[in-house]
């Protein structure tokens, strides 16, 4: 059910738009080098295989997982040759390439700054942390969402119509609630929904005039567990993990377990909900009790480290701590305010005083003269200026009245009248 054309690709509008980059370059033959980000299932393999039929491009897909240098050479020297003797371009795909080591990274450096090949490489991690900075910075980063639930659905209903790549020549029957169940268990995973449907319908057995019905139960059978409407109006997903935040939040334990235990039993990815506990204790809890960031990835570590169904009891237990804790929201506050600073200020010179005085250069034009240690200093503070001089008189950090932060804030006071 793989697309063969741009035309028939299902989501991805913020990418493939009429006015957006990718398409724009697609249409003008002018593609430089990306790299695709985004969750399983959404269709990074697919949109590669696309791009290079668009441009009419030779397609040579590698996996980073089995695929070494050996294999990465053989593609260039390929892609050389056919640039060479027919002017055709290539477009190498590397799936999972946050799977290639730094030296099977910088292999690629040159070819992509060549120009021998475009690039497109498919990642689920952080490019930003997975792929070395020569090659980020000789690519552009392209996001892919998580398809919607209408998305998933309009897949489902295309795969149970068309009679020769889908289900269409069988006859089935997939009511309505069934394709939004199927989309919902799916959580935007476009590869799932068409896994879940094809093992609905093989376990579904005719009725008297011949027809599969698939219902609620082949649904569960083909997931091995039981199903529950967590995304029935397309947007459950969300809503439900905003009542677990907002429960947190709210310092209600009872609710916030509720909301896990929903998030769990409808099979959530356990990791979603890990990072929006960790996620929740810097934003929410931070300083006001430092312990709760240390609290959510520990419970993170113990539950990937014994899996599930035990994993619920660190889970829980993190999401209690952080129910009772106390609640500050400076990290979120201090940061915006800072990142204000630097939209309105852009990027202002460091002050000469914090400068590395690490040449006879730098030593020439004062950099570091003025500069006080504070280790020197009674109480191991010195009163003196860190930031840029046009924002000088500036003050980032509001300390809550909550938990530990007003002692943190209290103990920096007296350390600098001491100093």
Excluded at 160 to 184: F, M, N, T, Y
Excluded at 286 to 303: Q, W
Aim: hydrophobic share 40%; glycine share 6%; proline share 6%.
């Amino acid at each position: 059910m793989r697309p063969s054309r741009l035309s028939e690709v299902v989501g991805q509008a913020q990418l493939l738009g009429p006015h957006t980059w990718l398409r724009r370059a697609i249409d003008s033959r002018r593609l430089t080098s990306v790299i695709l980000w985004g969750p399983p299932g959404v269709g990074k393999t697919t949109l590669g295989r696309l791009i290079a039929r668009e441009i009419e491009a030779h397609f040579a897909p590698l996996s980073a997982v089995m695929s070494g240098v050996k294999d990465l050479r053989e593609a260039i020297a390929e892609a050389e040759q056919l640039r060479n003797l027919r002017g055709r371009r290539t477009v190498l795909f590397v799936d999972e390439i946050h799977r290639f080591n730094k030296a099977q990274q910088d292999a690629l450096l040159p070819h992509v700054e060549s120009g021998t090949v475009i690039l497109v490489g498919a990642t689920t991690e952080n490019p930003s942390f997975e792929v070395n900075a020569a090659l980020l910075s000789r690519t552009k980063v392209l996001v892919l969402q998580p398809l919607s639930a209408e998305d998933l659905e309009t897949l489902l209903a295309r795969a149970l119509a068309d009679p020769v790549q889908g289900l269409g020549g069988q006859s089935l029957v997939c009511p309505p609630e069934i394709r939004k169940l199927i989309a919902a268990e799916s959580r935007g995973d476009a590869r799932r929904a068409l896994a879940t449907l094809e093992a609905a319908a093989a376990v579904n057995a005719p009725d008297a005039e011949g027809q599969q019905i698939i219902d609620r139960r082949a649904v569960e059978e083909a997931l091995q567990r039981k199903t529950l409407l967590y995304d029935k109006a397309g947007d459950e997903h969300y809503a439900v993990v905003s009542a677990f935040i907002k429960s947190l939040r709210g310092s209600d334990p009872d609710a916030a377990t509720y909301w896990l235990a929903r998030m769990i039993e409808a099979g959530e990815d356990p990791l979603f909900i890990m990072r929006r506990m960790v996620i929740f204790a810097s934003e929410d809890v931070g300083n006001a009790d430092p312990r709760a960031l240390s609290v959510a990835l520990a419970a993170m570590e113990a539950a990937r480290f014994i899996g599930f169904p035990e994993a619920v009891y660190p889970l829980t237990q993190a999401a209690l701590y952080l129910a009772l804790a106390p609640k500050s929201h400076s990290a979120l506050t201090t940061y915006r305010a800072a990142q204000a600073a630097v939209e309105a200020h852009g990027p202002l010179p460091v002050p000469a005083h914090l400068r590395n005085a690490s040449s006879g250069m730098a030593r020439a034009l004062g950099h570091g003269r003025d500069y006080r240690y504070p280790h020197d200093h009674p109480g191991h503070h010195v009163e003196q200026s860190y930031l840029p001089e046009a924002l000088k008189d500036s003050c980032f950090f509001r300390p809550s009245d909550q938990g530990e932060e007003p002692q943190l804030a209290e103990a920096f006071r007296r350390r600098c009248e001491r100093g």
